[in-house]
């Protein structure tokens, strides 16, 4: 059972907005400000997006934007294009282990 | 750039033990300002990490698994390896090697190597 929870899969048509919400707890999202996102394609390693909850790696679109309320955590994709369908993974420090992740969520583009 | 990338067998049998490496290049693993850790994915699942390593040779596991994993370091060679004892079909698993700052955010990962447990 994953730690922490995101929707299995979200859908949006071109040009929309999706956004993709992940829920921890006091002891690892809600503790801290170390939330990452990742995005994932068939066969291929995670690539980070998001990390700090709000910050973007060199390169990465901004497009993608992240932020937190409380225990959730959420990813919003803008001006959705379809190279955008992916899977997509939440991921939250947590002193007990490290690191721990979301079950993932499947980003469908229509 | 920094690259990992990740080696071993394809294939480990029931009760045996899986062995990996993760080669580290364009970069330093000796540098003090990253953790090197080992993460899993089941097929078709999510992300488990495993437990990483310092520098130093100080290292943290993921609870679940302590009792099966060690994580060793060779800065000379530039690599970091994973031992993972007495397998059974629930360690298949696409294994990663990541680079982290140490506040649970890998950001740079190896491309990944399936690993299965079969007889």
């Known amino acids: 059972q994953p730690a922490l929870t995101q929707p299995a899969s979200v859908s949006g048509s071109p040009g929309q907005s999706i956004t993709i919400s992940c829920t921890g707890t006091?002891?690892?999202?809600?503790?801290?400000?170390?939330v990452s996102w990742y995005q994932q394609f068939p066969g291929k390693a995670p690539q980070l997006m998001i990390y700090?909850?709000?910050y973007r790696p060199s390169g990465v679109s901004n497009r993608f934007s992240g932020s937190k309320s409380g225990n959730t955590a959420s990813l919003t994709i803008s001006g959705l294009q379809a190279e955008d369908e992916a899977d997509y993974y939440c991921?939250?420090?947590?002193?007990?282990?490290?690191?721990?992740f979301g079950g993932g969520t499947k980003l469908t583009v229509l | 750039q920094v690259q990992l990338q990740e080696s071993g067998p394809g294939l480990v049998k029931p009760s045996q033990t899986l062995s990996l490496i993760c080669t580290v290049s364009?970069?330093?693993?000796?540098?003090?300002?990253?953790?090197w850790n080992w993460i899993r994915q089941h097929p078709g699942k999510g992300l488990e990490w495993i437990g990483y390593?310092?520098?130093?040779?100080?290292?943290y596991y993921n609870p679940s698994l302590k009792s099966r994993v060690t994580i060793s370091i060779d800065t000379s060679k530039n690599q970091f390896s994973l031992i993972l004892s007495s397998v059974t079909a629930a360690d298949t698993a696409v294994y990663y090697c990541?680079?982290?700052?140490?506040?649970?955010?890998?950001?740079?990962w190896g491309q990944g190597t399936l690993v299965t447990v079969s007889s």
């Open positions: 990541a680079r982290d700052n140490g506040w649970g955010c890998p950001d740079n």
């Open positions: 364009g970069g330093s693993i000796n540098s003090g300002d990253y953790y």
């Open positions: 390593i310092y520098y130093s040779g100080s290292t």
């Open positions: 006091s002891s690892d999202v809600g503790g801290y400000n170390y």
């Open positions: 700090d909850v709000s």
């Open positions: 991921s939250s420090y947590k002193t007990s282990t490290n690191v721990v």
